[in-house]
């Protein structure tokens, strides 16, 4: 009886995966034969006290990242601000700063490649 139960679980298990739908099945998301990409991108932190921004950018790859931060005021006469762009190279930290004469909408730092 116990065989029967066990290869009865086992059939209508092989049965579940055969009708999966093929969208269902696992697959890999990049194909074997492309290159991937070389890791690449400071991370960076940001914190907003008040009207004040500040973000720490640290660079833990190879490749020079030049980082840049963006402010978006909340009022509407209030001006939105970009820092000057920095080069982060390999293993630096950098810090950004700005502001708003009022609220802070958001904020973003923006990457670009600058190559080794």
Known sequence: MRLYRSLASATVAVALLLLL?????????????????APFGAECRTSIQGSHVVAHCH?????????????ECDRWWDIDTDSAPVDTGPAMTVRLAGRCWKEVASVWVSHQNRGS
């Open 59 to 71: 660079n833990p790859y190879v490749d020079t990242d030049r980082v840049q931060l963006h402010i």
């Open 21 to 37: 739908p093929y969208d269902a099945m696992p697959h890999a998301r990049v194909p074997a034969d492309e290159p991937t990409a």
